[in-house]
């Protein structure tokens, strides 16, 4: 069962409205950090907080946050390989909502745990997985298929681009999502899930996504030293499993 549609929506108050941007603040600066996490971090206590602020405002208030990444490091973005994984995505999309009609939505998240279990063990274990034309292919869809069925995107494109700098890891995740989020509320407003409430929810979130983009600087100062980074992904795609192995 769908924790949000279980719940009442009502419209948030202003303490609520407060604690999600707050919310939305810490999560962005997660994600501007590290590359991805924010789903991750902020649905579970939006969804109890109001069920009215997901998926809808907060996705857009993440779009809002990967298009200013994308736009600020704009030069670090690689056309044709974002194109594949693009592809892929488009491709895991349609693949996610077809499975979704024929298998259970709940047996699929294990599954993808152990993906990202055994894509984080190879690659602590030292094994390179390159960032070829077919790997960005699979990641691409897999974060379709993991994204349309669970809501995380993340692991799969991050995991590939673990060893990159970090300017370069950053912004191509953030156009990869700016897409992503864009086809996510596209659909939901085809289903009569996003509109004018959800859009003004979403502005007022998105006070906190700025903050946590700006506070995000002092933090990749530090990631972007050493293997930082590296370490961060692996640790932040390990919850994002871990979450999923725990998911009702």
Known sequence: MNTAASMPSLEPTALQLLAGTLLMAAGALLQASVGFGIAL???????????????????FASLFLAGIMALRGREAIEPRKLGLAVAGLFLGTAAGALSLLIVAADEWPKLFAV?????VALSASGIHIPVTRRNLAVAGILSGL??????????????????????????NLAAFFTLAY???????????????????IGLALTPGVVAGYLLARFCT?????????????LTVASLSAIALLLKK
């Not at 971090?41 to 996705?59: D, H, Q, W």
């Not at 530090?222 to 992904?233: E, K, N, Q």
């Open 41 to 59: 971090f902020v649905v579970p206590p939006l969804i109890l907080l109001n069920p009215a602020f997901v998926p809808g405002p907060m996705l």
């Open 115 to 119: 993906l990202i279990l055994s894509a």
């Open 146 to 171: 993991m994204g349309t069925i669970s809501g995380i995107h993340g692991p799969p494109l991050a995991l590939l681009y673990q060893r990159e700098e970090g300017n370069v890891v950053r912004t």
């Open 182 to 200: 864009l086809i996510a509320i596209g659909a939901l407003g085809i289903i009569g899930l996003f509109g004018k409430r959800e859009l003004l």
């Open 221 to 233: 100062r530090l990631l972007d030293r050493g293997s930082w980074l590296r370490f961060a992904i």
